[in-house]
């Protein structure tokens, strides 16, 4: 891009969300583990480690000068559709890594 031209349009955060996304499930299973695990109901650990992951990346879509011509419902129904699909495809992405990691160290695909 060049420098005398001003953009128009803000670029969408999605890096600084992917990241926030992954820093506050991985601290928020870290250190709450011990008082979801209490709950004993396998939704309901599910549902506070997906809850707070999508809140904290909405909150930094939601803060960031992306979409502002949207107002409203529209807007924040949006950032909630990509704040889940950001959590989604972390969470099908982080699973295939550690499946593959599995199989690895673990010598699934070995064939005798």
């Given at each position: 891009?060049?420098?005398?031209?001003?953009?128009t349009e803000a670029e969408p955060p999605y890096g600084s969300a992917i990241v926030?996304?992954?820093?506050?499930?991985?601290?928020?299973?870290?250190?709450?583990?011990?008082?979801?695990?209490?709950?004993?109901?396998?939704?309901?650990?599910?549902?506070?480690?997906?809850?707070?992951?999508?809140?904290?990346?909405?909150?930094?879509?939601?803060?960031?000068?992306?979409?502002?011509?949207?107002?409203?419902?529209?807007?924040?129904?949006?950032?909630?559709?990509?704040?889940?699909?950001?959590?989604?495809?972390?969470?099908?992405?982080?699973?295939?890594?550690?499946?593959?990691?599995?199989?690895?160290?673990?010598?699934?695909?070995?064939?005798?």
């Amino acid at each position: 891009m060049d420098d005398d031209k001003q953009k128009t349009e803000a670029e969408p955060p999605y890096g600084s969300a992917i990241v926030a996304c992954i820093a506050s499930w991985l601290f928020v299973h870290l250190v709450a583990y011990p008082f979801v695990e209490r709950l004993g109901v396998w939704w309901a650990e599910l549902l506070i480690y997906a809850l707070i992951s999508i809140s904290v990346t909405f909150v930094i879509l939601y803060r960031s000068c992306w979409h502002r011509e949207l107002v409203g419902a529209v807007r924040t129904l949006s950032l909630v559709a990509m704040s889940s699909l950001i959590f989604v495809c972390f969470l099908v992405l982080g699973g295939g890594f550690l499946l593959v990691l599995f199989a690895v160290f673990h010598g699934i695909t070995r064939w005798y």
